[in-house]
């Protein structure tokens, strides 16, 4: 009987994807709000997601590189949309 692996011990995939997708949607919002614009606002928010994954990630003592997604993928993929968010800014 074959054992439970490490993908058992980790959040399902689309929970992860769907937590990301509802964070994205809250930081789209309050950088509408934001005084200095919704690019530089959006840039600012997302840099804050990406050091508050890792330090999920750090806390909850995350694999780095698992075979599951976790707040490492998460903060991956705020950075890469940080950097896009950034190179927009600057060509705008």
Do not use: T, Y
């Not at 990630?57 to 890469?80: I, K, Q, S, T, Y």
């Not at 950034?86 to 705008?92: I, K, P, Q, R, S």
């Amino acid at each position: 009987m074959p054992q439970s692996s490490d993908i058992s011990r980790g959040p399902s995939p689309a929970r992860v994807i769907a937590r990301f997708a509802v964070r994205i949607a809250l930081l789209a919002a309050f950088a509408a709000f934001g005084s200095v614009g919704f690019g530089r606002s959006l840039a600012a928010l997302l840099w804050m997601s990406i050091i508050l994954c890792a330090l999920a990630g750090l806390v909850r003592r995350e694999p780095l590189f698992g075979a599951v997604l976790n707040h490492w993928d998460e903060g991956v993929a705020f950075g890469a949309l940080f950097a896009l968010v950034h190179v927009v800014n600057e060509l705008a």
